[in-house]
């Protein structure tokens, strides 16, 4: 079973940078769209970046300007580089793969706290 497994989370001072990196346990095909998103204690699951294989890229409004995200097609690898981090950017972020026929898969997730 296909798993993406997502990296470079952990603890940064509010300003600070982080950079998530998801790549797949194994080759993954037909892949259309790739993305972040983000759940904070009590709260749903929302979408942060996506971007897809011609590179289009969409943001949540909270993010737009601080965050980058981009792709490797070859690999299925995603990124997010997340600057200028605010203490309500502490969430935890997970990869999404969704194929051209909707299949999606997930990561288990990654901390990522924001706090000085």
């Known amino acids: 079973q296909v798993q993406l497994v997502e990296s470079g989370g952990g603890l940064a001072q509010p300003g600070g940078s982080l950079r998530l990196s998801c790549a797949p346990s194994r080759n993954l095909f037909n892949i259309y769209l790739m993305g972040w998103y983000h759940q904070a204690p009590g709260k749903q699951r929302e979408l942060v970046a996506t971007?897809?294989?011609?590179?289009?890229?969409n943001y949540a409004d909270s993010v737009k300007g601080r965050f980058t995200i981009s792709r490797d097609n070859a690999k299925n690898i995603v990124y997010l580089q997340m600057d200028s981090l605010k203490p309500e950017d502490t969430a935890v972020y997970y990869c999404?793969?969704?194929?051209?026929?909707?299949?999606?898969?997930w990561g288990q997730g990654t901390q990522v706290t924001v706090s000085s």
């Open positions: 971007i897809t294989n011609g590179g289009r890229t």
């Open positions: 999404n793969a969704k194929t051209v026929t909707s299949y999606e898969y």
